[in-house]
């Protein structure tokens, strides 16, 4: 069944979407680093079975110069050893937020120890945005393409 072409039916709220994306972006590389950024889209969208956007960010990742070895690990990153201390708290904040668990002071206070509070807003709201496009995406389905 052919769906809705999301961006062509609403310009102007995708607009803002793809806005905010490169706000995130430039705050990200300022604030923590593309590295991070690149692993929660990847991650986010794993977790909510998005082939589309994980596909797409397979190649942003590699684009970036993310080593095919932590892509491909991504999806167990607790028992792989290539994720420093800041990615993996981000990585467990991707998965909290994405599943909707609650973030509780214990944690919390973890992630202070490595993000201070500008890089936690910009996490949050880039998570929120993963998020987002992964279910804009799964609601309407575009090819998912695996070419570089």
């Known amino acids: 069944m052919k769906r809705a072409d999301y961006f062509n039916t ?16 430039q705050q990200s590389e300022i604030s923590f680093g593309l590295t ?8 986010s969208s794993q977790i ?4 589309y956007c994980i596909a797409m960010h397979t190649k942003q990742a590699q684009h970036s110069g993310e080593d ?31 599943q909707s668990y609650e973030i509780d ?8 120890s490595e993000f201070d509070d500008k890089e936690l807003v910009i996490l949050t709201i880039a998570i929120n945005a993963i998020n987002s496009w992964n279910r ?13």
């Open 10 to 25: 609403s310009p102007t709220l995708l607009k803002h979407l793809i806005e905010q994306e490169e706000l995130i972006k």
């Open 36 to 43: 991070i950024w690149e692993l929660i889209k990847l991650r």
């Open 48 to 51: 909510n079975q998005c082939a």
């Open 68 to 98: 095919y070895k932590r892509i491909v690990g991504l999806s167990a990153w607790r028992d792989m050893p290539f994720y420093n201390a800041k990615e993996r708290l981000a990585l467990e904040l991707c998965e909290k937020l994405t």
């Open 105 to 112: 002071d214990h944690f919390y206070g973890k992630l202070t």
């Open 136 to 148: 804009v995406v799964k609601m309407f389905k575009p090819d998912v393409e695996f070419n570089d």
